[in-house]
């Protein structure tokens, strides 16, 4: 099952998928659009997205079991200035957990 998940400000968007790795299928730092989790409503009507999300964030968490990201400009950039940002991010639990005697 593909999970996601969105963090504002300085918040981190924490993945822990147990046993399993993590597998990164899309993020967006920026304004992903106007209707998101964080309870927060934009009014940006241009493109507001870091082109670096989703290799910062497959770097960070790909193949890992857990993974902790802040959600802000340091790591992802500042695709539009003075505009509230947040980070969206969706990914998969894969693998096989291995039992071992």
């Given at each position: 099952?593909?999970?996601?998940?969105?963090?504002?400000?300085?918040?981190?968007?924490?993945?822990?998928?147990?046993?399993?790795?993590?597998?990164?299928?899309?993020?967006?730092?920026?304004?992903?659009?106007?209707?998101?989790?964080?309870?927060?409503?934009?009014?940006?009507?241009?493109?507001?997205?870091?082109?670096?999300?989703?290799?910062?964030?497959?770097?960070?968490?790909?193949?890992?079991?857990?993974?902790?990201?802040?959600?802000?400009?340091?790591?992802?950039?500042?695709?539009?200035?003075?505009?509230?940002?947040?980070?969206?991010?969706?990914w998969d639990c894969i693998g096989k957990h291995l039992i071992t005697y």
């Open positions: 099952a593909v999970v996601s998940t969105q963090s504002t400000g300085d918040q981190s968007v924490d993945i822990d998928c147990g046993p399993y790795t993590i597998s990164i299928t899309e993020a967006v730092y920026g304004v992903h659009s106007n209707h998101n989790q964080c309870g927060l409503e934009y009014r940006y009507s241009g493109v507001c997205r870091s082109s670096i999300s989703l290799p910062v964030m497959r770097e960070r968490c790909d193949g890992k079991t857990s993974c902790s990201t802040p959600a802000n400009n340091e790591i992802f950039g500042d695709p539009c200035y003075g505009i509230h940002k947040y980070l969206y991010v969706t």
